[in-house]
């Protein structure tokens, strides 16, 4: 994506961190489009910080947890992705194409409510191809039991057997637990709620997991059941979280040790 004109001015392509500042404004951008809620930047933010300390790379272990992820939504009877709008404004086209090539509902589904804002993120996913949107009529929704927020209100959802939840604030996961759904959470914080909570975490950048979830489900839906449920059976979300962590402890070490190289 081109930066608008005010800030290709401000960001040159040759700007070092020129991929890191195109995600920001397209998260400022929508902002201003209500796409993102106010509080997006700073979770975009947030995962900025994590990013950086997991080396702004897919890790080892992202790579087992989104194998298994599309594994379990290859399986899935009633498979949903769940999206807000960081999500929605970061990988709109990536997002409708996985959706699209495992036969995935998308379910908007907002922490913060705002008037116009599923209209927007609506008109954003059908710019990007979306034919199957869930979570845009009112009628048709009903409360999850457990949960207050506003993300208590789904649609799809209600039914489905597995859950994808990228960018979640705390309890959903928790609540979606409950009520016996399996829920693959894409999450920069491997210490957050929804990370701990989910049965398979994928500790990556939205913006590399999609493309990536892509090339995966390419190969893997080749696959039969046994062999996809192989994949899922020897996935272990906790080792995986543990290893996930030891990689962030190894590349931190790493750093000071280049950081001592600069530091006089
Ligand atoms: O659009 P809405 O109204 O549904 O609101 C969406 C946000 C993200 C604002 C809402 O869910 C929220 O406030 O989330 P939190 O509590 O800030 O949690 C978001 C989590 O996502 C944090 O753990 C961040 O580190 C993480 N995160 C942020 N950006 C990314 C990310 N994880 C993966 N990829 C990112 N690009």
Redesign the pocket.
């Known amino acids: 994506m081109a930066l608008n004109e005010n800030q290709n001015n401000i960001v040159p392509k040759t700007h070092p961190r020129y991929q890191s500042l195109k995600?920001r404004h397209k998260i400022i951008d929508g902002m201003k489009n209500l796409?993102?809620?106010e509080?997006?930047l700073?979770?975009?933010?947030?995962?900025?910080?994590?990013?950086y300390i997991i080396g702004e790379k897919t890790t080892k272990t992202a790579k087992y947890a989104i194998r298994a992820a599309v594994a379990a939504l290859l399986i899935a009877e009633k498979p949903v992705i769940s999206v807000?709008?960081?999500?929605?404004a970061?990988v709109p086209n990536e997002l409708v194409t996985l959706s699209k090539l495992l036969n995935i509902p998308l379910e908007i589904?907002?922490?913060?409510?705002?008037e116009g804002?599923i209209r927007a993120?609506k008109d954003v996913l059908k710019k990007a191809g979306a034919t199957d949107i869930k979570g845009i009529n009112e009628e048709k929704m009903i409360e999850l039991e457990g949960l207050e927020s506003?993300?208590r209100k789904v649609d799809f959802i209600a039914k489905a057997d597995v859950v994808m939840v990228?960018?979640?604030?705390?309890d959903r996961t928790e609540a979606l637990k409950k009520l016996n759904k399996k829920v693959i959470a894409?999450?920069?914080?491997p210490l957050?709620r929804?990370?701990l909570w989910a049965d398979i975490t994928?500790?990556?950048?939205?913006?590399r997991?999609i493309p990536k979830m892509i090339e995966i489900a390419n190969q893997l839906k080749k696959l039969n059941d046994s062999e996809l449920n192989d994949i899922l059976n020897n996935f272990d979300n906790k080792l995986n979280i543990q290893n996930t962590l030891d990689l962030i402890i190894d590349h931190i070490e790493k750093q000071k040790v280049e950081a001592f190289k600069i530091l006089k």
């Open positions: 995600f796409v993102v809620a509080a997006g700073i979770a975009h933010g947030r995962g900025e910080c994590f990013d807000n709008g960081n999500v929605a970061l589904n907002l922490f913060y409510y705002k804002r993120i506003n993300r990228p960018l979640e604030d705390g894409v999450d920069l914080n957050s929804t990370a994928i500790v990556d950048n939205i913006i997991v």
